[in-house]
C-alpha cells in the first residue's frame, strides 16, 4: 500500500586538509530515529589508501554500502534481510586501498564492534566482527563497464535469540553463542551507448552468499547448551533497463536455500523465493 518509507538526513563537511565528515540520520516509517552512519575518512593519506572511522555501512559485497534510497527495488534482497539483517552496519575501522593499476582494482579490511547481525552487541573490549573484501573491474569498449568481488564477513554473536521449530512444528526461542560467517560473491555488468546513459542504458547485477554458523544453543528454561551448526545460502540476480529518459523497467528473481542445519531440533526444508517486477519514473 502506500507509505512513507525511510527518510534520510544526510550532513557532511570537510573538516580539515585531512579528514572529511559524514553523517546519515534515518527516520524509520514508525517515527523511531536512527544514526545510520557518522564517520570521520581521512582524504591525504596517500599511496590510494583511506581510512575511515565510526558507523559505517560495511563495504562488503556490491549492494550493502549503498543506502536504500538508491537501490533499484524498495526492499533488499531476500538473502540479505536473511544473512545480513537486511544490510550490515557497524562501528569501527576501515582501511581500503586503491591499486595505482590500469585495471580497477580495490582492496579492504575492516573491524568492528559487531553489533548488528549475524553478530550481537556484547559488554567488553575487542573485536566482534572482521571483514575482507577485494573488488576488480573495468571497461570493455566504449559502452560497456563491469566489476566482481568476493568478500568475507565475520561476527561473533552471544547469546543471540533466534526463533527455531520444534518437532511438532511450534516455534521456540532459542539462544545462540557462536561464530558467523558470510562469503559474499558478487558481479555488475553495465551498458550504455558510447557511455552516454541519458537515455538508454542496462544495468545486470548479481551476488551470491553462503552463511555458516558454528557454537551452541540453549532455550529459555536454561537448559545444557547444545550444539549448532548451520550451512545455508541464497542468491539474487536482477536487471534494470532504462528504455527511455526518465523511464525504467527491471525484474529480479531470489531464491534462498535452507542447507542441512544442525541444532538438535527439526530442519525446514521450505526454501523461499520471490520474483519482483519495477517500474521506474525519475523526473530528476
Request: net charge negative; proline share 4%; aromatic share 10%.
Amino acid at each position: 500500500g502506500l507509505s512513507l518509507a525511510e527518510s534520510e538526513l544526510g550532513l557532511s563537511a570537510s573538516i580539515d586538509p585531512c579528514l572529511r565528515g559524514v553523517a546519515h540520520i534515518a527516520l524509520h516509517p514508525d517515527n523511531a530515529v536512527s544514526v545510520e552512519e557518522a564517520f570521520v575518512e581521512t582524504t591525504a593519506l596517500g599511496h590510494g589508501l583511506s581510512l575511515k572511522a565510526g558507523r559505517y555501512l560495511s563495504g562488503v559485497g556490491y549492494l550493502n554500502a549503498q543506502h536504500a534510497h538508491n537501490w533499484d527495488f524498495v526492499d533488499s534482497p531476500l538473502v540479505y534481510q536473511a544473512m545480513l539483517g537486511t544490510q550490515y552496519g557497524d562501528d569501527g575501522l576501515q582501511l581500503r586501498w586503491l591499486a595505482p593499476t590500469d585495471q580497477y582494482l580495490e582492496l579492504g579490511a575492516e573491524l568492528g564492534r559487531g553489533r548488528s547481525f549475524p553478530g550481537s552487541d556484547a559488554a567488553g573490549n575487542g573485536t566482534g566482527m572482521r571483514a575482507l573484501s577485494a573488488h576488480t573491474g573495468g571497461d570493455l569498449g566504449d559502452s560497456h563497464s563491469w566489476r566482481a568481488g568476493l568478500s568475507l564477513l565475520s561476527a561473533r554473536a552471544s547469546a543471540q535469540e533466534l526463533s527455531l521449530p520444534d518437532a511438532t512444528g511450534t516455534i521456540s526461542t532459542q539462544h545462540f553463542s557462536g561464530n558467523t560467517r558470510v562469503w559474499l560473491l558478487d558481479g555488475v555488468w553495465k551498458w550504455a551507448p558510447n557511455g552516454n546513459a541519458t537515455r538508454t542504458s542496462f544495468k545486470l547485477q548479481g551476488e551470491y552468499l553462503r552463511s555458516t554458523r558454528d557454537g551452541s544453543q540453549s532455550d529459555d528454561g536454561g537448559s545444557a547448551a547444545r550444539v549448532y551448526r548451520a550451512a545455508q545460502s541464497g542468491w539474487y540476480l536482477q536487471g534494470v533497463y532504462q528504455f527511455m529518459p526518465q523511464w525504467r523497467l527491471g525484474l529480479r528473481t531470489e531464491r534462498l536455500q535452507p542447507g542441512t542445519p544442525d541444532y538438535s531440533l527439526a530442519a525446514d526444508s521450505y526454501q523461499p523465493r520471490k520474483n519482483s517486477l519495477m517500474l521506474d519514473f525519475n523526473p530528476s
